[in-house]
């Protein structure tokens, strides 16, 4: 079984930046993909940024390309996402998730909450 526990949300004012960190523990080994989503009260979860650690790609939803960036430090089994510019329409509930191994298909399901079988439970983003 594997843990997920997410950090680092608060309010920020538009144009500003925050970085999320989710920090993975229990049966963790070499290859996962990890990915950041987020969800606003009665919407569908939105896949925001995802990254296989086996591998160097990384997907992104096309409202946060140029914004936001996926990153991990394999020692620490920590994920990160650096949210730059952000605006109001950022704001929501934040998610991290894991599966285990590589998500095969198109980059379209890196994206998709049905891949992940872990979820931590989420860090508020406000931007106003």
């Known amino acids: 079984h594997v843990q997920l526990v997410e950090s680092g949300g608060g309010s920020v004012q538009a144009g500003g930046s925050l970085r999320l960190s989710c920090a993975a523990s229990g049966y963790i080994d070499r290859y996962y993909t990890m990915a950041w989503f987020r969800q606003a009260p009665g919407k569908e979860r939105e896949g925001v940024a995802a990254v296989y650690t086996g591998g160097g790609d990384s997907y992104y939803a096309d409202s946060v390309k140029g914004r936001f960036t996926i990153s991990r430090d394999s020692v620490t089994n920590t994920v990160y996402l650096q949210m730059n510019s952000l605006k109001p329409e950022d704001t929501d509930m934040y998610y991290c998730?894991?599966?285990?191994?590589?998500?095969?298909?198109?980059?379209?399901?890196?994206?998709?909450?049905?891949?992940?079988?872990?979820w931590g439970q989420g860090t508020q983003v406000t931007v106003s």
């Open positions: 998730a894991a599966t285990r191994g590589e998500i095969f298909g198109s980059s379209y399901y890196y994206l998709k909450y049905f891949e992940y079988t872990y």
